[in-house]
């Protein structure tokens, strides 16, 4: 993702981890990127305690973390140089307003790189009862709110959050 999204190497940027869990990812870039800040927040405050408690066990000082709804940010508007979000948007309940949040706290000519749980892309085609049920597993014992495709999400990227130069790809294959 780092190499992906044009990331790789940068240095002083000020980095937003959005849905950072315990802090994993958080933590990696942290020590890729040692003249950046990274930034994780999190809804869970024992998430954020241990993510906290992980990295100053690892020395991992340029990494901190927050207590905060990824839908209503406390940062104020252009604080980032970068925006990420891995595996994170599949947890959220309003798709549309995920990735607005994130382009607002986005500077101007920053990054955003998301990697999420998407659907496929059923407009051509409906689901079949396999993949109906696929789906309904993961909404009721998982309890996501709900997928979105790919195209969707470059859709929503472009006409709700106003960005521009929208790059997709599908890791599907990769990931299986």
């Not at 942290?30 to 869970?44: E, R, V, W």
């Not at 500077?107 to 049920?133: H, L, Y």
Request: hydrophobic share 40%; net charge negative.
């Amino acid at each position: 993702m780092l190499d992906w999204g044009g990331i790789s190497g940068m240095q002083d940027a000020k980095i937003l981890d959005v849905g950072c869990g315990i802090g994993g990812t958080t933590r990696y870039m942290a020590n890729l990127l040692p003249n950046s800040t990274i930034t994780g927040i999190t809804l869970s405050p024992e998430q954020a305690k241990r993510a906290t408690d992980l990295a100053a066990e690892r020395n991992v000082p340029n990494a901190n973390f927050q207590v905060m709804d990824a839908l209503a940010m406390d940062f104020p508007d252009n604080s980032f140089d970068v925006v990420w979000g891995c595996e994170s948007g599949e947890h959220m309940p309003d798709k549309k307003k995920y990735v607005q949040e994130m382009a607002r706290v986005l500077k101007p000519g920053g990054k955003m790189v998301i990697a999420t749980w998407c659907q496929r892309d059923n407009a051509t085609q409906s689901f079949n009862a396999e993949e109906e049920q696929a789906l309904d597993f993961l909404y009721s014992e998982w309890t996501h709110p709900y997928f979105i495709s790919i195209p969707d999400y470059a859709k929503s990227l472009k006409k709700d959050a106003a960005m521009v130069d929208v790059e997709t790809d599908d890791w599907n294959k990769n990931t299986i």
